[in-house]
């Protein structure tokens, strides 16, 4: 294998599925909802709606950590998705085939 196949998998989740699995919202409809008054927080919108809503939606988002009383910025925070598990995969270069493996001659070397 080539030695450039170090690769590091990551899962990523979106706001209205980190909202989900963190209990913040019962379903994927009033997660997106939330979801869209995080994106328009990061964009700088301000939130027109009624005050009981804004609690409501800021409550939800505070639970998996975005505050959106507090003024966007990028240095701070991860608003587009969240890093829910990280894996390594690593070459190993000492493989060798079974013993009841038999290699196929076609294959050979060229220049051998």
């Known amino acids: 294998m080539d030695e450039a196949v170090k690769v590091t998998a990551i899962d990523l989740e979106s706001i209205s599925e980190a909202l989900v699995r963190a209990g913040a ?13 995080a994106i328009n927080w990061k964009e700088g919108r301000v939130f027109n709606g009624s005050e009981i ?24 925070h991860n608003v587009v998705t969240f890093v829910r598990e990280q894996r390594q995969v690593t070459v190993n270069k000492q493989v060798t085939p079974p013993s009841w493996y038999k290699m196929p001659c076609h294959l050979k070397v060229v220049g051998q």
């Open 53 to 76: 809503s804004y609690k409501r939606h800021r409550a939800r988002l505070r639970k998996i950590g975005l505050d959106i009383a507090i003024p966007y910025k990028n240095n701070r």
């Open 25 to 37: 919202c019962n379903s994927i409809r009033s997660a997106n909802i939330t979801a869209i008054h």
